[in-house]
């Protein structure tokens, strides 16, 4: 869900009537319209439209979306946005409560991490909106294709069409191949931070090239106060866990299958060390009956924190840190909510 073409389909937020609407104050509204030409959100001030931009691309819709128009090869955030987890439209994260902007330019920089490729080209109108970038619409490939963790693949295609008994692989790295480091390097693109910065567009990063000539991770390591742009490499990284073992992100993470909200699946990850053998097992193990801690192990070591960025609005949907650690407040917490509940239930939610 990282980018997709817009429509009925992949716009989550409502255009039905009474729910249709975001409302800045008594005289600003923008209103989200179903035409025959697409969707669109169209500006009012005391009940005067003003601008009106269609919905082009969808960015996300896990936590939440953000929408975008293009402008000839132009592309621009749309000022209202959508929340899951509560079905609302919002100001788009960190917009002024009394300003509705259309002004916001989308650069190369979003599409580096949420689509698979975009060309570069001059802006046809210079200047428009105070942007400086355009692209070959025709280009784009919408979200995170295989190619984009795994390398360029013509070459491997094409040799085994031409060799099918060939089993090796000769022209695209297997992962086993790679290095610590090169294995996460393969999420750290994407994953170390919306503030990284990016001195060069991040499409031709394939598995064991020099991740710094791409992107150079954002320096941000708040454990608390993650966002949807969570610096999970770095968080990771500072972690016991991460510094005593050979852990890399596919040690918990299988890229090629959802498992958001299996609480039981992850926690069998982290007992696939944690367990009696290896004698480094949960300190409260005596204390707590075996169902109520297999289930809780992501809520007091992994706690999900608020989102910086949308919490601002309305609390969205909290995010996992990923400095896996002790944390005696959110343990105070789970215990006070698992005495108001019987048996193993999860609090994870
Ligand atoms: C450095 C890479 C990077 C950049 C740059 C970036 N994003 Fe993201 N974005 C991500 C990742 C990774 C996630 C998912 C993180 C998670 O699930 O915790 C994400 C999540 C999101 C989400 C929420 C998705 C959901 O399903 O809930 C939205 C919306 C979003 N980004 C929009 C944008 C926009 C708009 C821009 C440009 C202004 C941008 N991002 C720039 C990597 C990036
Ligand atoms: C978000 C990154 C990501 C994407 C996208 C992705 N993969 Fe993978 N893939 C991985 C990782 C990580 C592994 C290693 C998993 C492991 O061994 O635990 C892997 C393993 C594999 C393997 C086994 C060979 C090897 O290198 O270990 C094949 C084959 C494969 N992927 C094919 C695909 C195909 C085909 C697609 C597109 C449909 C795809 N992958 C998309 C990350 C990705
Ligand atoms: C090219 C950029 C890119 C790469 C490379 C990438 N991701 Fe992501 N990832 C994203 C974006 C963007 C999102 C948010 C998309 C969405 O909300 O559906 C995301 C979402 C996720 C999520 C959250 C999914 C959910 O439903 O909450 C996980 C977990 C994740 N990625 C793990 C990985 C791992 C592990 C790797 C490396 C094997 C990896 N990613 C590589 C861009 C990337
Ligand atoms: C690849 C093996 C591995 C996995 C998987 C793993 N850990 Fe660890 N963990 C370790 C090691 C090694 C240590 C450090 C032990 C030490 O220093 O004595 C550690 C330390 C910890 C600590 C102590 C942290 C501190 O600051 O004192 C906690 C809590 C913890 N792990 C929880 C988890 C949880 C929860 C998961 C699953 C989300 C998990 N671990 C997954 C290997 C792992
Ligand atoms: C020790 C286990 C572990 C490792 C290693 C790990 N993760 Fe995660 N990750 C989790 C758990 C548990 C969740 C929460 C899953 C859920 O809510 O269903 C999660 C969630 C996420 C999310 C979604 C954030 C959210 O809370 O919505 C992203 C993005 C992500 N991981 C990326 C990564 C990347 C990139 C790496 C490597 C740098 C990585 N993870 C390594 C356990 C791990
Ligand atoms: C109710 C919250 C809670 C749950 C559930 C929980 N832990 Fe813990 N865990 C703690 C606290 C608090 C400590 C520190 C206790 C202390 O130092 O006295 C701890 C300590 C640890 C340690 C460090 C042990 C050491 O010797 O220093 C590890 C490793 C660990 N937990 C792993 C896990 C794993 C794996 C799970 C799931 C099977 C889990 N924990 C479930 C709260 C929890």
Redesign the pocket.
Known sequence: ??SQPANANTILGSFAKGSNDFLFNDHMKVLMEKRDSGFYQTSYIDGKPQQSQRFDIV????????Y?YWVSNELF?LPI?YI?NKHEWLNSPGYAPDKIIFE?A??T??L???ASYIKEAPPAIPGFNGNSEGFEKSTLIYSIDCERCHGPAAEHVKFHTENPDEKQAKFIATFKSLTRDQKINMCA??????N?H?PKPTFGYKPQDTLTKY?IP?PELDYKHID???N?RGLLESSKCFIGSKMDCSTCHDTHINDRGNTLLYTARCMACHNNDSHNICKLSKQLSPDVLKSNCIACHMPAFASKVIVLEQAG?P?HTHHIAIYPEETQKILAFLKTKSGGASADK
């Open positions: 869900m990282a960015f996300g819709g896990v936590k939440g979306q953000t975008a955030q946005s899951t916001r989308i650069g920089k979003c580096d991490c949420h693109i994407c994953h170390s931070g919306a990284s990016m992107m954002s949807v742009h969570g999970q949907t995010v």
